[in-house]
């Protein structure tokens, strides 16, 4: 390739904010049919900015998320995607900075680009699109591929003349191999617990019988910021360095289970347990990790749904390794000091992200940065995913040279936080005929199905799969009797869908004709699986359960997920 004659002269380099830098997207299929990556930003660019740079203007801070400030600020929007595979480099792809309408019916800007796959910048102008009165906040990136592929994104602002910002220095490579390195991953193990179970199942693995190792929690268990999201989460690695170990010959004797949901609990984990973990019977688990340290927070018990599930995971099916795994938000928040003694009373291994990268962090030189750890504020990279799976590797490896233990765990009955909901048991539209415990049930106006559901990744599987597709709805044309159920219980759980679309509305949940709870699916403002208590008591008995529509909202939607119920 020759150059010009005349190459131009250099044009002035604008000061740039740093959004994304050498990130790895993955262009995955989606429903639409189109491979795509896409990065959320609404409420959560300034803190992406602020962990690549914390020395940014406050001004440009203020301005930058969207609406008349992001003109007033941005001059043009630079994009760089480079292909992690070679052969893929000549590939072009489609790059979307897509910004939320502020006005119904009115469509927002999207700036867009077509980006060689190879590492060359494109600049997009702001000045090239027309003001839009519609554009409020920046919504998201959305990175279009012709086939499914992995690569890194830069994503830059280069700003008006009048706005500078400090000049972005990138950070040095992880050292996976140092001693600095190993001395992190061994802070991780908060205690080994009783190891008859997990020693157990490695015996099993290594004479080639089938072993299960599962992983039930939030977004970060499904995969969060992994990329991609099936083979570079810290739960299939740790599984994969399981089946490295001690697997027979190749390993195919040692299967996977991975059921994360983002934005889920373990109040909800109760009642998934047996949907997505024992898959209804069909899966009996040798291990289980649980994943809820980061996501707890909205676990209206304050602990006593964990400890519960803990105790229904290791009384269920196969007697199970319970293994707490403790994960960790950019903000250094997670909730293990709640969780702690709960593991120490039923004495399983514990296992602290937390405690081995937030002390670093805050080094001189660490091993690793913040912003080369987390994906964004709450989700790991794929470095960080890694350094996950390092974490259990390093308790795999433990385990196995430990003294064989001799005794199976002999749990205190007494609990360190509660543990009433232990025996839950769980029903959708699918299966609740199969529980003497629901004595009759009328569906009422709950007579559809909802299929615009949270959607996640399960076990090796790249597709999301939907979460509760057995459901009860309400639609908005339709009116008429609620729901009503007879159940035979103590305690009663309803679980639901919220929803960010407004066609959804509250409901009463009434036992035994007096209103428990008011239920608002647009409290969190996004599709995703809930779980509320509903009802409470000391002893079990028949029960009147009816859920309707609150008088202002007859005309709206409501998803009835499932229920959970103690006898």
């Not at 989460?233 to 190749?250: C, E, H, L, P, V």
């Not at 081995?356 to 995913?385: M, W």
Request: proline share 5%; hydrophobic share 35%.
């Amino acid at each position: 390739m020759r150059g010009p004659k005349a190459p131009k002269d250099p044009v002035a380099k604008r000061p740039a904010v740093y959004v994304m830098v050498d990130a790895v997207i993955d262009g995955s299929p989606r429903g639409n049919g189109k491979f795509q990556d896409i990065i959320y930003l609404n409420g959560r660019i300034v803190q992406k900015i602020s962990v690549l740079c914390k020395d940014m203007p406050k001004e440009v801070l203020e301005l930058v998320p969207g609406g008349t400030g992001f003109r007033k600020l941005v001059h043009s929007i630079g994009v760089t995607v480079l292909a992690q595979k070679k052969e893929k480099q000549d590939d072009t792809a489609v790059f979307e900075l897509n910004c939320l309408s502020t006005e119904h019916g009115k469509a927002a800007t999207t700036y867009r680009a077509e980006v060689p796959c190879n590492g060359q910048e494109v600049k997009i102008a702001v000045a090239d699109y027309p003001e839009n009165a519609a554009d409020g906040l920046l919504g998201s990136f959305v990175t279009t591929f012709p086939t499914h592929e992995s690569a890194k994104l830069t994503v830059c602002f280069y700003l008006n003349d009048g706005f500078t910002a400090p000049e972005f220095t990138p950070d040095a490579p992880v050292d996976f191999t140092s001693d600095r390195y190993k001395e992190m991953i061994e802070r991780s193990l908060v205690q080994t617990g009783n190891l008859y179970r997990v020693q157990k199942a490695i015996e099993k693995a290594q004479k080639g019988e089938e072993v299960v190792v599962a992983y039930l929690g939030g977004s970060i268990t499904q995969g969060a910021g992994a990329k991609p999201i099936h083979t570079e989460s810290y739960a299939y690695r740790s599984y994969q360095a399981f089946k490295k170990r001690f697997g027979k010959g190749d390993g195919e004797n040692v299967r996977f289970i991975k059921a994360g949901a983002g934005g889920t609990c373990s109040e909800l984990g109760l009642t998934r347990y047996d949907l997505d973990v024992l898959r209804r019977g069909s899966v009996v688990p040798d291990i289980v990790f649980l994943e809820y340290a980061v996501n707890d927070a909205g676990d209206e018990t304050d602990g006593v749904c964990f400890e519960s599930l803990i105790r229904m995971a290791m009384d269920g099916p196969g007697n199970p390794a319970v293994i707490l795994l403790f994960s960790v938000f950019m903000d250094d928040f997670n909730l293990q000091e709640r969780m702690i003694p709960a593991g120490i009373r039923c004495k399983t291994p514990m296992i602290s992200i937390k405690n081995a990268v937030t002390p670093q962090f805050s080094e001189e030189t660490p091993v690793i940065t913040k912003r080369q750890f987390f994906y964004d504020l709450f989700h790991p990279s794929n470095d960080g995913h890694r350094i996950m799976s390092d974490c259990i590797d390093y308790f795999w490896e433990q385990a196995a040279k430990a003294e064989k233990e001799t005794e199976d765990i002999v749990v205190d009955e007494t609990p360190a936080i509660g543990d009433k909901y232990r025996n839950l048991l769980a029903f959708d539209r699918k299966n609740y005929a199969e529980h003497e415990a629901v004595r009759s049930l009328s569906e009422g106006v709950f007579s559809e199905t909802d299929h615009m559901l949270q959607c996640v990744e399960k076990d090796e599987n790249p597709q999301a799969t939907a979460e509760f597709p057995d459901n009860w709805m309400k639609s908005p044309e339709q009116n008429g009797e609620p729901f009503r159920m007879k159940l035979f219980c103590k305690d009663l759980l309803l679980v639901y869908k919220d929803s960010g679309n407004p066609i959804f509305g509250k409901v009463e949940v009434r036992v035994d004709g007096e209103v428990k709870r008011v239920v608002n699916p647009l409290e969190v403002g996004w599709d995703h699986c809930t779980a509320y208590v509903v009802y409470e008591s000391d002893s079990a008995a028949e029960h009147e359960v009816e859920i309707s529509m609150v008088k202002e909202d007859e005309g709206k939607a409501f998803t009835i997920l499932g229920f959970g119920y103690t006898l």
